[in-house]
């Protein structure tokens, strides 16, 4: 048996991915909100992010190691592939999320990230919506005539890609013409485990798509 799992994480944040993933598991886990108490943020995370994956003495801070390492506790889940090339398909997929889509919309969120001029941020911002909205584009068009993001099987690629869906939603930027990632979300809500992750979220998400 592993060691006991805490998921440190704030609501609104990627730490979804990780919850979805250990209550599709069937993880034993313990979740601590830290979003009033920063000061517990940054002694658990120096860099003052979440997610942050407890087991026993060892913390892992970065989203990709903490979804693999989710999966590899529980093989029997069936989260990350076991053929060789279709595990490099999920992990390129789960590098994608983590280096594109989640920079490009902190450009539009976060725009003072980037830049320390205050006239660059307007234009920061633009950039980084069209770039959030091209990417969630080409995941519209690679969910179409696909059931899950890898093809027929759930996999972390899924659990992951409803982070920025749940952000496109919440900041407005979700189009209507992407109707294969719209039915790709409902099929996402209707799994029991992701509708527990949500609510601990607070996510709009169920009542957007209901």
């Known amino acids: 048996m592993p060691p006991p799992l805490t998921l440190y994480y704030r609501p ?9 993933a250990l209550e599709e598991c069937g993880a034993a886990y313990a979740a601590v909100d830290l979003s009033q108490d920063r000061a517990a943020l940054l002694r658990i995370n120096p860099r003052g992010k979440v997610p942050v994956l407890r087991m026993g003495d060892h913390s892992l801070r970065e989203c ?14 069936g989260l990350m592939p076991r ?15 983590a280096s ?22 307007a ?17 519209d068009g690679m969910l179409a005539g696909r059931r899950w993001a890898l093809g027929d099987s759930y996999s972390l690629a ?9 952000w496109a939603v919440t900041s407005g930027l979700f189009l209507p013409d992407w109707q294969a990632l719209a039915g790709w979300t409902r099929r996402m809500l209707a799994r ?10 607070d996510s709009p998400l169920p009542a957007w798509a209901g």
Request: proline share 6%.
């Open 64 to 77: 990709v190691a903490i979804l693999d390492l989710i999966a590899a506790l529980h093989p029997a889940a």
């Open 158 to 166: 899924d659990g992951y890609a409803l982070v920025f869906v749940n």
């Open 12 to 20: 609104g944040t990627c730490a979804l991915g990780p919850l979805i």
């Open 192 to 201: 029991p485990a992701v509708g527990r992750a949500l609510a601990r979220m």
């Open 123 to 139: 234009g920061i911002s633009d950039r980084g919506r069209a770039a959030f909205q091209a990417g969630l584009a080409e995941l």
């Open 100 to 121: 594109t889509l989640h920079i490009d919309y902190r450009r539009f969120l976060k725009p003072a990230v980037f830049s320390a001029d205050p006239a660059a941020h």
């Open 83 to 97: 053929d060789p090339l279709d595990r490099a398909e999920c992990l390129s997929l789960l590098a994608w999320y």
